[in-house]
């Protein structure tokens, strides 16, 4: 299951990481060319300035996801 999201600056990023911590189920981020681990802090960084897709395992309820990735925008 996906979810775009664009990511403006390193407090946003702060932010999906530890959302992403809290996750019952795995949180990745995907462009183009690269996928990353949401938990990945260091990683992460590299997407400032980016658009992105929330991925997550299809089981993952479409309302939960919505919600984490409300609070990540």
């Given at each position: 299951m996906t979810r775009v999201i664009?990511?403006?600056?390193?407090?946003?990023?702060?932010?999906?990481?530890?959302?992403?911590?809290e996750a019952p189920y795995e949180v990745w981020l995907s462009t183009e060319t690269?996928?990353?681990?949401?938990?990945?802090?260091?990683?992460?960084?590299?997407?400032?300035?980016?658009q992105a897709k929330v991925v997550t395992e299809d089981e993952v309820d479409p309302k939960a996801l919505n919600?984490?990735?409300r609070k990540m925008s």
């Open positions: 664009d990511i403006k600056n390193k407090e946003q990023i702060q932010r999906i990481n530890q959302l992403a911590c690269v996928m990353l681990d949401a938990r990945s802090l260091l990683s992460l960084y590299s997407l400032v300035g980016q919600r984490l990735v």
